[in-house]
Nanobody
């Protein structure tokens, strides 16, 4: 079992920045990938970015490449998402995700990001 606790969402103007953080607790040694997904109203949940334990795999959605940066600290069991040049279309609930080596997935409770002037 893994518990994920997110923080850092909020309201920001277009062009601004936010940093999301997620801390993992429990069976953290069995986590392979950590990542962030988002879900906008009326849309399906989509992958934003994810990263493997060894940092050999880092993946971004095309819509955020060059603007968002994912980072992971295995000693602290955290994964962060630095979001720059935010756009209104980035508005969504952002969810932290842990994918275990046995392919079971765990989710955080979600944090709201709103980009609006």
């Amino acid at each position: 079992q893994v518990q994920l606790v997110e923080s850092g969402g909020g309201l920001v103007q277009p062009g601004g920045s936010l940093r999301l953080s997620c801390a993992a607790f429990g069976s953290v040694f069995a986590i392979n990938r950590l990542g962030w997904y988002r879900q906008a109203p009326g849309k399906q949940r989509e992958l934003v970015a994810d990263i493997s334990r060894t940092f050999s795999y880092i993946n971004y959605a095309d819509s955020v490449k060059g603007r968002f940066t994912i980072s992971r600290d295995n000693a602290k069991n955290t994964v962060d998402l630095q979001m720059n040049s935010l756009k209104p279309e980035d508005t969504a609930v952002y969810y932290c995700n842990a994918l275990m080596y046995d392919e079971i997935a765990y989710w955080g409770q979600g944090t709201q990001v709103t980009v609006s002037s």
